[in-house]
């Protein structure tokens, strides 16, 4: 089925934390202002969910809707082939603009003193977008895609061109940064072959590597970092896939002071309360 049809993009499965129970309520390419209003009716009779659409309408109206469709034509025939997870579907601002607005609220950003935000593996950038409307400074860092940069773009967001690597310190990106988020991470992957889904993961050195670095070097105290994690691939069974998030970095981020979701795949660590990390399991 193609990943573009209606029917293909609702049997998606979301598998965003707090959604809601907003579903995929009308066609993803339908205009902007469709899209709010199948949003909306779903939210209409809580007062934080109003408010909460109030911004996702101020957001939309700076959205530059013909670059959005100058990207949808360009793309249309790798959209039609794509799965209906691939990166294409990024080109819902409606949806995933909302998706950061809720992580916004929830980190608290959407009340307070202006803080500055790195965003690691930013995609197209629905969260700049959402934490520079809120009054942030924020960073959003990525490897060089230029569907992202199109639909970054018609957010007017930057997207600032740095992989993060195993064992690399990132470089100086304009910090220290009171909050840094990385949101459905795929950093962490390491593509094997051309087969599909055949991929190694880091490892937790190299997982430790990365927290360190970002604790002394781009965050400043008491700061929280803020991780969701994507669901690692362990092959199939029985025609399905084995997917599940990494237990032992849960672990051992759990371990050293971080909160953390384990069915969520989540880890929310403050400067302040952080335990040194450490590979060792504590006793
Ligand atoms: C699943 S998308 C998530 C995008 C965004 N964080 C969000 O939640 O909408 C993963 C992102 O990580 C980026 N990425 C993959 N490898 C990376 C690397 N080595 N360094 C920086 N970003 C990377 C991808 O380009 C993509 O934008």
Redesign the pocket.
Known sequence: MPSGSPTAYAARKTDDEWNFGVSKVSPIDDPLDKRLEGLERRLVLNRKRQEIMGHLRNLMALVDTDQIEAARREYADRIQRASADS?YK?RDVAY?TL??LLLAYKLGLNRGVPHSVL??????G??PFVCRYFGHHVVG???R?SF?DRIAGSLGVDRTH????PGKLLPYLGGPFDLIT??????S?IRTSNRRKSRIYWSLAEWQFLLDDLMAHQLRYPGRLYL?L?KQWHGRFFGFDLLSFDRQLLTMAARNGAIVHRSKGTIDLSLASRRPLSLQPSG
Do not use: P
């Not at 965003?119 to 197209?124: F, K, N, R």
């Not at 740095?162 to 690597?165: F, I, P, Q, S």
């Not at 990385?182 to 950093?187: E, L, N, R």
């Open positions: 990166r990024y995933y998706q950061k965003d690691i593996g930013t995609g197209a629905h969260f860092i990525d490897i895609n992202y740095v992989a993060v690597e990385a949101c459905a991470i795929t950093f992957e969701t994507n």
